[in-house]
């Protein structure tokens, strides 16, 4: 049983640049679990020390029980898929695949079976005596994918495999690695700033801010109940609306608009409301109004964007919001649709904190 | 070539002349009487000048002095290149690897590119000098009675040695730029694949160098013909008894000190084909490369 | 960590066993050269510096017979470097003229003249040495600057390095160019000649490099003392200290090497980066 334990990890650069700050988690077996973040959030940098490619500064990092921070990459028994796949130009797929296994004194037959068994799976059969420069991008993958494949690892590590291919493809790639992983029941752990990818993906998934890690629990736990203003605004497309807010004691009050149903909240303080955009309904008897600025067609969908009136604004003149509706619902630029809001389903946050309140 | 040009000027004729003049002037015009004076034979005071067709060829390439000079030139420059790439190789990957002093350790290393051949030369022969060479005293320390002026192989070890040194810079600096040209993440993957580091460079890092190593091989073979001209000039001299000749310093003996035009004429001709088929080596072989 | 890195130590002895190898004859030389001639006969190379410096290279330098028969150390210092700069700046200018007229415009010689260009690299100095001596004794121009400089800058090295480099430069550019009504001079003056800015400065320093180390040219084709280049008159002293006589100047010769390597050494340690860029872009 293959689980990943991370005890307060920290990653210090010579310089003094802290990459990961303190870091607590634990994975259990054939757990399939997303690291992401923004750019330099040092999620990257996370995977990298559980492989043995970054040193850890403190704290353990332990497989399967077994505390790896001093052994060497190749001895972890982990595999890793790389962004650009990394495969060795002037060796065959065939030898590209065989290489980690021949290294660790595999016998020649049973390489062989490995490698063809990987190879079937990922349907790349036909390619093995290749090289890589003939193939393409979505074929390299596969083969950097068997060549993981084929070491039968402890765990898995995907390093933002899939950026380098075009939509329709990573779409494709994305349903793959996940029956490829649910079939072998590998732990693994797989880094992405895709936040659809992480939401379809993950069994867990941790979202990483600043070298911490904000929240972490199964993707629609962390839609629904999201702890920070930074998890709700990163998961979840469109993205969630924020409107700046205070609490007077018994209503929301934001510029204009003062919104009853709220109770219990911190007074005197900043605040933000969060509402997702299927949480905002269109209806006549609506007791909040936008002005329609665009409409976006999506096929079963339109988003329409525009400015939420009377709301206090941020920076700048106005709020602006999204809402998603039927197909059918087409207003007309400059006009104003009427609005109501699933109270139940409102998030409120603390704007020095990002903690959620409410 | 390029998909826009311009057409229906004068100007790439302007442009092009001033290297095409001298190229035919001192180039090509040289060369071509070259060829002619290798079929001729000239008397001792240039007067009169007799056809003789190949014979100075055949008179030439067959005689002990030039197959003795072809033959410590092969030997030559297969050993400079050999070793100086070698060198070269192993200071070209440690200096890729560290990272303290990296940039002072790549100076240091490459700057003996800046030094001429024959300046090169006279250090080395100071160093091995009876009187006062420390290497000299060194060698008969070792016990190895050393005498580069009367011993072919002791003449033909100070010269390799200072070829070698010179050209271990030139080696140095282009390894070390293939190395730096392999992609990062393929060496990580590599780290994972395969603990042994020595297995690792073999297996990877090595063949992926190819290109660049067999680019090193043509550079340092011709270096090892030509370049080593100076250092011959101020060290051996070709001494003892012509052990130490290159192909080229024959030449420029038996034509300048020896007066032999014919005969120099017709060696050059040949080092000509020689070159000519270095050049298609390295066109053909390099350029199609093994290509990544 | 508190285990020791053998590996970094053995990696960090290789690098400095190879620094000691290509370092130490230099800094011999230039210790030796800082002494007198009595005290390198008794005890034989210094690695020390001594106390003759000013003493050995004033002469070197500035002395008539101070190293040579009569010519003065500034002297070949001022010939090597016409030799070293003359060359570079010819060598530039010859190559991307050519590699212009080859790879931006469309006419009837074209490949005929490139192929010609190409020929050079076939030919190169040692292979013609009589003939191309002979030329020059006819044309008049032996022991002058300009017989010195002139055949030597019209080799393919620097052509085809700055075609490649013309090759590399967008299409879009010289549309645009077109469009903006750019006349083919105007184009190379004002738009190509700017971009190639870091190419040229490596360049530059590279051919200054190989100009000033140039030796088989410079030795027949001057004959008087005064025409001489530092490299040249390295050769000399070989001459003179070979033949014996009286007391030889060991620390002259070794002031004269260490001369003859300091301005190139020096250019290619202060442009290190132009440099190696210019040496590793070239050969390809």
């Known amino acids: ?358 | 070539m390029k998909r826009v040009q311009f057409e229906h000027s004068p100007i790439p004729y302007l442009f092009i002349a001033p290297q095409i003049i001298i190229i035919v002037v001192f180039f090509l015009w040289p060369a071509a009487q070259a060829i002619y004076q290798s079929f001729l034979l000239e008397d001792a005071f240039g007067l009169s000048s007799q056809f003789v067709w190949f014979k100075n060829y055949s008179d030439t390439v067959f005689s002990t002095s030039w197959l003795q000079a072809a033959g410590f030139t092969v030997v030559f420059s297969t050993l400079v290149t050999l070793l100086s790439l070698a060198i070269a190789l192993l200071l070209a990957v440690k200096a890729n690897e560290v990272i303290h002093g990296a940039r002072t350790y790549k100076t240091t290393l490459m700057w003996a590119y800046a030094i001429a051949p024959p300046v090169a030369g006279l250090m080395g022969n100071l160093m091995f000098h009876p009187l006062i060479g420390d290497l000299y005293k060194l060698m008969n320390a070792i016990g190895w009675d050393f005498n580069h002026k009367l011993d072919a192989f002791d003449a033909s070890f100070v010269v390799i040695l200072i070829s070698v040194w010179k050209q271990v810079s030139v080696n140095f600096i282009f390894f070390l730029s293939g190395l730096q040209g392999i992609p990062h993440s393929v060496v990580e993957a590599a780290t994972m694949d395969c603990k042994n580091a020595t297995r690792r460079f073999w297996t990877i890092t090595f063949p992926l160098l190819a290109p660049t190593t067999f680019f090193l091989m043509v550079i340092n073979i011709t270096y090892a013909f030509f370049e080593t001209f100076g250092i011959i000039d101020t060290t051996t001299r070709g001494a003892p008894g012509g052990a130490t000749n290159t192909l080229v310093y024959k030449v420029f003996q038996d034509g300048f000190r020896g007066a032999d035009l014919g005969g120099s004429s017709a060696q050059s001709v040949v080092l000509m084909l020689i070159v000519l088929a270095l050049t298609v080596v390295q066109f053909r072989f390099i350029e199609r490369k093994v290509h990544y | 960590m508190n285990t020791i890195n053998w590996r970094l130590i053995y990696t960090h002895t290789v690098l400095i066993i190879g620094v000691i190898f290509m370092s130490l004859p230099v800094w011999v030389a230039f210790a030796t050269s800082t002494h007198d001639a009595e005290t390198i006969l008794r005890n034989g190379l210094q690695f020390w510096p001594g106390t003759h410096f000013f003493e050995t290279y004033r002469e070197v330098l500035f002395v008539e017979g101070g190293v040579m028969k009569s010519v003065l150390g500034t002297t070949m210092l001022k010939n090597s470097l016409i030799l070293g700069i003359g060359f570079a700046v010819g060598k530039v200018i010859i190559s991307m003229l050519a590699a212009y007229a080859i790879v931006y415009f469309r006419f009837r010689l074209a490949a005929p003249l490139f192929w010609i260009i190409f020929m050079t690299l076939l030919l190169p100095l040692e292979v013609r040495i009589i003939p191309s001596y002979e030329v020059m004794a006819g044309l008049n121009l032996l022991d002058t600057h300009t017989g010195l400089i002139v055949p030597l800058i019209a080799s393919a090295t620097g052509t085809f390095f700055f075609r490649q480099f013309f090759m590399s430069v967008p299409d879009e550019l010289l549309e645009a160019a077109r469009l903006d009504g750019a006349t083919p001079w105007r184009f190379f003056v004002d738009i190509l000649i700017p971009l190639s800015k870091t190419m040229i400065a490596a360049i530059l320093i590279i051919m200054f490099v190989v100009g000033w180390n140039q030796y088989l040219w410079p030795l027949i084709m001057t004959t008087k003392e005064e025409n001489y280049t530092l490299v040249i008159g390295i050769k000399q002293i070989y001459q003179v200290l070979a033949e014996g006589g009286e007391l030889p100047q060991y620390q002259k010769a070794f002031a004269l090497t260490i001369l003859a390597t300091l301005p190139p050494v020096l250019v290619v340690l202060v442009f290190q980066n132009w440099f190696v860029k210019g040496l590793v872009e070239s050969e390809k």
């Open chain 1, 1 to 358: 049983m293959a689980g990943v334990e991370l005890t307060g990890v920290r990653k210090v650069y010579p310089n003094g640049a802290e990459a990961v700050r303190g870091v607590d988690m634990k994975i259990e077996h054939g757990e399939f679990i997303v690291f992401v973040g923004p750019s330099g959030c040092g999620k990257s940098t996370l995977l990298r020390m559980v492989a043995g490619l970054e040193g850890i500064t403190d704290g353990e990092i332990s497989i399967d029980g077994r505390v790896i921070n001093d052994v060497s990459p190749a001895d972890r028994d982990v595999a890793m898929v790389f962004q650009n796949y990394a495969l060795y130009p002037h060796m065959t797929v065939r030898g590209n695949m065989s290489y980690g296994l021949k290294n660790r004194g595999i016998g020649k037959a049973e390489i062989n079976s490995k490698v063809e068994e990987a190879a079937k799976m990922l349907r790349i059969a036909d390619f093995l005596d290749r090289r890589p420069q003939q193939l393409s991008g979505g074929q390299r993958q596969r083969v950097a994918m068997g060549r993981a494949i084929v070491r039968e690892p402890k765990v898995f590590l995907f390093d933002e495999p899939l950026s380098n291919l075009d939509a329709k493809l990573r779409v494709q790639m994305r349903i793959e690695i996940k029956r490829l992983q649910r079939r072998m029941d590998v732990t693994s752990i797989y880094v992405t700033h895709d936040q659809t990818e992480a939401m379809t993906l993950a069994d867990r998934l941790a979202v990483i801010n600043d070298g911490r890690i904000e929240q972490m629990g199964a993707p629609l736990e962390l839609y629904n109940n999201p702890s920070t203003l930074f998890v709700a605004s990163f998961i979840g497309s469109p993205q969630i609306n924020l409107v700046p807010a205070r609490f007077d004691g018994k209503k929301l009050i934001s510029g204009d608009l003062a919104l009853s149903g709220f109770k219990d909240l911190p007074e005197d303080v900043d605040l933000v409301l969060g509402m997702r955009p299927d949480d905002l309904i269109q209806s006549d008897n609506g007791k909040l109004s936008m002005r329609v600025d665009l409409v976006e067609q999506h096929g079963a969908d339109n988003l329409i964007y525009g400015a939420l009136l009377g709301a206090e604004a941020d920076e700048g003149d106005e709020t602006e919001i999204c809402i998603k509706v039927d197909q059918q619902v087409l207003p007309a630029i400059e006009s104003t649709l009427k609005l109501d809001v699933d109270l139940s389903r409102a998030l409120v946050f603390r704007k020095d904190s990002g903690q959620r309140v409410l």
